[in-house]
């Protein structure tokens, strides 16, 4: 379960230039210099064999297109992913006291007990 993450910190996707001059960048990357490796930039990771993944994010956040990025790579490497946009919030939705972000926080906690109870 990945709530609004940010998976590109090269800057040379379009999802990563959305972001390139967000300050979180430098806090998270410092100063290495190649920027798509894996544990900086997940989305240059091999992807395959990972287990079934929920992408949830705002149709607002500075992140949806790292997001829609993430969830495409997941599915293009056979694996099984639903991403789930929510409309007109921001970055960090379900932290807030809203009724939207109490339906996301539901929607997680069914997805994850369906998905850990499985045999």
């Known amino acids: 379960m990945l709530q609004f993450g940010t998976y ?7 999802a ?10 430098q806090a998270y990357a410092g100063h290495v210099a190649d920027r798509t ?3 900086i930039s ?4 091999d992807l395959r064999g990972l287990p079934p993944a929920l992408l949830v994010v705002g149709s607002a956040d500075v992140l ?5 990025a993430m969830a495409g790579r997941l599915s293009a490497a056979g694996n099984h992913v639903e991403l789930r946009v929510y409309p007109e919030v921001p970055h ?3 932290g807030h006291p809203t009724a939207l972000a109490q339906t996301a926080l539901n929607g997680i906690e069914a997805w994850l007990l369906d998905h850990l109870t499985q045999p």
């Open 8 to 14: 590109d910190l090269s800057a040379q996707t379009p």
């Open 16 to 25: 990563g230039r959305q972001i390139a001059d967000e300050y979180f960048i």
């Open 37 to 39: 490796l894996p544990d």
């Open 42 to 45: 997940p989305v240059y990771a």
């Open 64 to 68: 949806l297109e790292d997001n829609l």
């Open 92 to 94: 960090g939705f379900t």
